[in-house]
């Protein structure tokens, strides 16, 4: 199965990549998910809950990331288990580029499925994985634009607000955890994808 899209993401493009860096936001904004943890190095284990048609189970999956160039791209490598439902393995690349004052977010993705997922037919294991891809992005845009977007009376003014200085009190982080972390985003992103396509 292969599967692609683009989405155009209400915040800059280093607010985008944090977005998809953050632990919260992404189990919060993809179906199903119940946990997401880093169990090494560039590899995150994910725990969700997905139905596809007439198969309805708990999915074990895990990414490797690879390739990270932030806040640009990276590459994710996949494999989940659903038990008697099926399993699934693949990658997907990732790529994100300024539109403005948006992002554009695109994403590739190939998997194949077997077991019961298998059985099911691609037409609607491809329906039930475009459809988690769109409730994740749904929520994902609502919450970047609620986060960071003007109200959206505001959006149409030509007033733009000045920045504002970095609270020093804050705790610094390295480009290396911003990375590894915005990765392991993006892999929570593809897993559940993933965890629906296998």
């Known amino acids: 199965m292969e599967m692609s899209g683009e989405q155009l993401v209400p915040a ?8 998809l860096n953050d632990p919260e936001i992404l189990k919060a904004c993809v179906p199903g998910c119940e946990s997401l943890e880093r169990i090494a190095d560039n590899e995150y284990q994910v725990l969700m809950v997905a ?3 007439p198969v309805s189970a708990k999915f074990k999956g895990k990414l490797s990331l690879s390739d990270l160039k932030p806040p640009h791209s990276y590459a994710i490598a996949f494999e989940g288990q ?40 691609s037409r609607l294991v491809d329906a039930a994985a475009r459809k988690i891809a769109q409730d994740f992005f749904d ?10 977007g003007a109200p959206a009376a505001a959006r149409h003014e030509e007033h733009h607000a000045a920045p504002v200085p970095r609270d020093p009190d804050l705790p610094t ?26």
């Not at 038990?83 to 393995?89: L, T």
């Not at 929520?139 to 960071?148: D, I, R, T």
Request: with cysteine; proline share 1%; aromatic share 6%.
């Open 12 to 19: 800059s493009q280093c607010d985008t990549w944090l977005g």
């Open 51 to 53: 139905r596809i048609g």
């Open 82 to 121: 659903g038990g008697a439902a099926g399993f699934g393995k693949g990658s997907a690349q990732v790529q994100l580029g300024p539109e403005g004052d948006s992002t554009k977010l695109n994403y590739q993705v190939k998997a194949n499925v077997g077991g019961k997922l298998a059985q099911i037919g």
């Open 139 to 148: 929520a994902f845009n609502e919450k970047m634009g609620s986060l960071h």
């Open 173 to 198: 982080v390295s480009d290396a955890s911003l990375v590894f972390l915005a990765a392991g985003s993006l892999v929570v992103f593809v897993v559940a994808l993933i965890t629906l396509l296998g």
